[in-house]
């Protein structure tokens, strides 16, 4: 990071804080960690994620709405819905990856 | 990231997970941001951060028992209390950096 000055302070803060906007809270980060593997419907990400259906629905309007996910509707009987990470979700992989990477040391911290 | 197996998924999600536990959530990165320019008192804190004392003190708790932040009671009158990032905390700046690169470049794309 920059040199710490009260306007790069101000700066690095206001896009930490832009970045959380889009992927903070419990589930963003983890969906598109999930997603990663490939398009998954609804239920299936429910289950492989944890959520309930009701949080579920509403990361997901997020995430669409941020351009990270994309949403497929299949003309199926019924009617199925399929979600898929956008190319433009892949800029947020070096996040994912500092964030795995301090996971995993922080794991070893502990036990 | 390492390639994509059932395994190495799960594991890298679990890490995700186990990092968004400790510094996920609205405030705990902008926090760690905050403090990055040196010890604060509760109240510049909460003004700076933009938190309501409630939250904050929760926040703060939970950054402290997870080693990342130190606090330290000043003999003063009226008693006062400063907050400061530990050592441990760098161990967050790729983490920091990936999300403020993410913010800018996010930010670029929507204006």
Known sequence: MEKHTK?????SKL????T???V????????VSVLRSGKKGFNELSREAGIS??????ELQELEMNGLVSRQVCNTKP????????DYSQTLNDVLKAMEKWGNQHRQKLY
């Open 15 to 18: 896009a930490i804080r832009d």
């Open 24 to 31: 903070g809270g419990k589930w963003k980060l983890v969906l």
């Open 53 to 58: 259906p009701r949080i579920l629905s509403k």
């Open 20 to 22: 959380l906007d889009v």
């Open 79 to 86: 009617v199925t819905v399929q979600y898929e990470l956008t």
């Open 7 to 11: 306007e790069t302070c101000a700066k």
